[in-house]
């Protein structure tokens, strides 16, 4: 997508969220913090695409073209979406490493989130309320969770992904909630798949992309005339052709090594492939072949 019309699709999603409430907005605004709008940034903070590819080149546009404006733009709003306040309870939109203060009716309460998400999904907050106050805290149930059950302080929790999970009881300072979300690999269907000119490569092929949690992997391409054409999977690709591998020095959480037609390649976050390098190809859907 253009990284300005992404940044307004944010600025959507974020009125949407707090005229509806409903998790799926704040779904919307986890996938575009944690793929789009990184992988959109330049390693240097200043450099930005105009189009992001899933098939294609990472190209950088001019330092001062209105892409450059719109995603900085974008980098600022997505902080205070993190959080935000129902009546007399707090809900928790995007799980990231952070700290708040908000007031769910009458009491100042600071929120604390340990955590490695997007990579882990682990997740510790702490309470600390100005006094022991009754109030809800509903945590977002991913929509990318696979099932309904997550574990909330060691016990199992069944809850419809792409909801919230509400928890009500009196607060004392220092109170923690623990959760764990599984994230196991997840394999993205698709009839259509853009060439690195933003164009379709057709309409008919099926496609498949690879995501473990939150994040969307993709893997480098060679500069190659043949760098254009998708790489390809059997019909019977499943979760199952990507093994968890470590991460290579200095990457963050875990690369996947997938099973193609012709070979193994690995895969890493989309956001960080080719590490964000200017004129890098890299593949995200893949073909289906017989």
Not at 18 to 46: H, V
Not at 94 to 120: H, N, W
Not at 137 to 153: H, I, K, Q
Not at 185 to 206: P, S
């Amino acid at each position: 997508s253009e990284t300005c019309a992404m940044m307004e699709w944010l600025r959507l999603t974020i009125e949407l969220l707090r005229m509806t409430g409903a998790a799926a907005y704040a779904g919307q605004i986890e996938r575009i913090a944690y793929n789009a709008l990184p992988g959109a940034q330049f390693p240097d903070g200043f450099g930005w695409t105009y189009h992001s590819v899933m098939n294609g080149t990472r190209t950088r546009t001019g330092e001062f073209a209105c892409c450059s404006s719109s995603g900085a733009m974008a980098w600022e709003e997505i902080p205070r979406t993190l959080y935000a306040t129902a009546g007399r309870g707090v809900c928790v939109n995007v799980y990231a490493p952070s700290a708040a203060t908000l007031d769910p009716g009458g009491c100042a309460v600071r929120i604390e989130q340990e955590t490695a998400y997007p990579f882990d999904g682990k997740v510790k907050l702490t309470v600390h309320p100005e006094r022991a106050t009754r109030f809800s805290l509903a945590l977002r149930v991913p929509e990318w969770l696979e099932g309904s059950a997550f574990t909330l302080d060691g016990g199992k929790v069944n809850a419809a992904p792409g909801t919230y999970h509400t928890v009500s009881r009196v607060w004392r300072k220092g109170d923690t909630v623990t959760i764990e979300f599984p994230m196991p690999v997840r394999i993205a269907v698709q009839t259509r798949a853009y060439n690195e000119k933003g164009w379709y490569l057709d309409g008919e092929t099926e496609y498949r992309a690879v995501h473990k949690g939150p994040l969307l992997y993709a893997t480098r391409r060679r500069d190659t005339p043949e760098r254009q054409n998708p790489l390809a999977v059997s019909a019977g690709f499943s979760p199952s052709d990507a093994k968890a591998v470590p991460a290579r020095r200095g990457g963050a959480g875990t690369a996947l090594r997938v099973a193609l037609r012709n070979g193994a390649r690995t895969f890493v976050p989309y956001y960080a492939v080719c590490g964000r390098e200017n004129g890098t190809h890299h593949v995200v859907w893949m073909k289906v072949e017989e």
